[in-house]
């Protein structure tokens, strides 16, 4: 049997002459947790429709557990859809809303009483069973708008931004729950965000959009430390990388700008580095300020803006025009207006050809 679970090849969708996606090809394993990231209008939320039925593509073809469902209704693709808005009837309660499916199914009633103990159980929504949708939260509405697609008994769970209606507290809170519920099922999981801490914290792979086009497709990891792009280093990592124009000179060697220069020794790259424009990329806690200058290895610096996260403050500093920021411990006490040395960790880094914005 095949290890992949869902499978997109060559889809294409047109709204009239606007190509949305563009000859998009994907594997998502069995068990995989893939999340979908990148920004509104970017492709994620419509390839999700395309997999559930909700939207004709335009061309390609995609396979579900080993079956080609490009034509099949949403009801005989095997999948359950979790929506941004809880979509919940009001007028029933809790139990109503997770039977009201298995019913239209005409499972037997043992069956159904079996499926929506056991989602309750998992959710640990058992309290909650008699209460009609204006009675509970909205971290306990989107608990119940799961459970709903957790009854269908499915091998692929859609996620379209579940948690994006929730404040701050709610979505860290249900985050884990998600994360809690995909181990303890092991299904198929393909959830929708622009939430970049959401991508990180739940995905086994991130493939991150832009434009109808799959940009980057790896672990969460390999995303961050390596991303593939000037668009993909800029849209992961909070907060964010620091992006210096410059140059590469001295056969691949060293990095100049504004008559700064500092030595490559250390960077991993895709191939052979060669002279010319490019951009390097640094992430605030790969930038270290050390206490004296060392040539080609520190740059001289104005602390411009002190930003205190909590546990670690975010410094902002000048040279000579370009804004680099420094992630540091906030025991540690820095001053604004001082000029400090700043040590950039070159094997951590990324550097991007200019002209195509691609890794080097």
């Known amino acids: 049997m095949s290890d992949v679970s869902v499978s997109v090849k060559n889809l294409d969708l047109n709204f009239g002459s606007v190509e949305v996606l563009k000859d998009l090809n994907l594997d998502i394993h069995h068990g995989e947790f893939l999340v979908l990231l990148g920004p509104s209008g970017c492709g994620k939320s419509t390839l999700l429709n395309c997999l559930a039925g909700l939207l004709d593509v335009s061309g390609g073809q995609i396979h579900i557990s080993g079956k080609n469902v490009t034509w099949s209704e949403p009801k005989d693709r095997g999948i359950g859809m979790v929506f941004q808005s809880y979509a919940l009837y009001p007028q029933m309660t809790v139990r109503g809303n997770l039977e009201f499916g298995l019913k239209n199914q005409k499972l037997p009633k043992d069956e159904i009483e079996k499926r929506v103990a056991r989602a309750a159980d998992i959710l640990q929504i058992q309290e909650l069973l008699n209460r009609k ?151 605030p806690e790969h930038v270290s300020i050390e206490s004296t200058a060392q040539a080609g290895k520190t740059l001289e610096a104005t602390l411009d803006i002190i930003e205190p996260l909590g546990s670690n403050t975010l410094l902002w500093f000048n040279v000579d025009g370009v804004i680099i920021s420094a992630l540091v411990p906030s025991e540690l006490s820095y001053k604004s207006g001082q000029t400090y040395h700043l040590g950039l960790d070159i094997s951590k880094a990324s550097l991007f050809d200019a002209a195509s914005e691609q890794r080097l």
């Open 133 to 283: 949708p204006a009675a509970l939260s909205g971290g306990q509405r989107q608990r119940v708008a799961i459970g709903r697609a957790l009854v269908r008994d499915v091998d692929v769970f859609l996620f379209d931004e579940p948690l994006s209606n929730l404040d701050a507290k709610l979505r860290s809170e249900l985050r884990v729950e998600l994360k809690r519920l995909h181990n303890q099922l092991a299904n198929t999981m393909i959830y929708v965000t622009h939430d970049q801490i959401e991508a990180l914290t739940l995905a086994d792979r991130i493939a991150i959009m832009r434009g109808g086009y799959i940009q980057q497709l790896a672990d969460p990891m390999t995303v961050y430390n390596k991303p593939s792009n000037l668009f993909v280093a800029g849209f992961i990592g909070s907060p964010a990388m620091s992006m210096i124009d410059g140059e590469i000179q001295n056969g691949g060697t060293s990095f100049s700008f504004k008559g700064h220069s500092v030595t490559l020794s250390g960077y991993e790259a895709n191939g052979e580095v060669h002279d010319g424009k490019a951009i390097l990329g640094v992430r």
